[in-house]
């Protein structure tokens, strides 16, 4: 499940935050096509945090409160980042804790995917950017798993919150805690009128069915095929 680990106000401000850093992209044309195979209007790109210093502290501490506040640092003896975009992130917040730090890769390099010491029986915390349909983090927690690491905990800045990603996660017994949602963005947009009228509107038929636009548009178009094909 995915756990609202910070006030609305908080949310809303990592929202601000994004949006202003350019990591939101809505367009009204040609759909997004996720590696997951899901249509959407919008993108995030929370890559771009790397260049604004500023946004990045803040939304760094919004993680640490978040962690500790969901007691998912009790016993922790790591953080680990998922290749490529939790690398950066996972740092700064081991950093921030005075923590260890591995990072898992996509694939095996030689016998390797785990990268760093992990000592078998140590709870590791995993860190990302972002979550769409779930199946990057199942590979990472998996590749954890079988270095020896206990892995509970798996934290997000951003989690799109659709797609069938919170069972696929529930059921290896992890908890996602993510700082915000495509509903953070959209209530800061509304107030702000950050986008045009026909962006509002297309993101607005989005999030009313997300499954029905995806597959209105070409993309995959059934949550229980997604979660069957991505099932262990």
């Not at 969901?70 to 996972?90: D, F, K, N, T």
């Not at 590749?143 to 290896?172: C, I, P, Q, T």
């Not at 805690?177 to 953070?184: E, G, I, K, Y």
Request: include cysteine; charged fraction near 20%; proline fraction near 4%.
């Amino acid at each position: 499940m995915t756990t609202p680990p910070l006030p609305t106000e908080t949310r809303l401000a990592v929202a601000a935050h994004l949006i202003d850093s350019g990591c939101v992209t809505l367009r009204t044309d040609e759909p997004f096509r996720l590696p997951s195979g899901w249509a959407t209007p919008v993108y995030m790109d929370c890559r771009r945090l790397l260049s604004f210093p500023e946004a990045r502290r803040t939304l760094v501490g919004h993680a640490v409160d978040a962690l500790k506040a969901q007691g998912c640092l009790s016993g922790a003896a790591s953080v680990a980042g998922g290749e490529s975009s939790g690398i950066a992130l996972a740092a700064w917040i081991a950093n921030a804790l005075d923590l260890p730090m591995q990072y898992v890769r996509k694939r095996a390099a030689g016998s390797r995917q785990v990268e760093g010491v992990l000592r078998s029986g140590e709870r590791v915390v995993l860190v990302d950017d972002m979550m769409a349909a779930g199946a990057s983090k199942i590979s990472f927690v998996q590749a954890l798993r079988a270095a020896g690491a206990e892995v509970h905990d798996v934290l997000v800045l951003f989690d799109y919150k659709m797609f069938g990603a919170d069972s696929l996660l529930a059921a290896l017994g992890l908890k996602v805690h993510a700082l915000a949602t495509w509903h953070d963005i959209r209530a800061v947009a509304v107030r702000r009128g950050d986008f045009t009228t026909e962006a509002m509107a297309e993101l607005n038929d989005f999030l009313r069915d997300p499954v029905a636009w995806s597959q209105a548009h070409g993309g995959k178009s059934s949550i229980t095929s997604h979660i069957e094909s991505n099932a262990s």
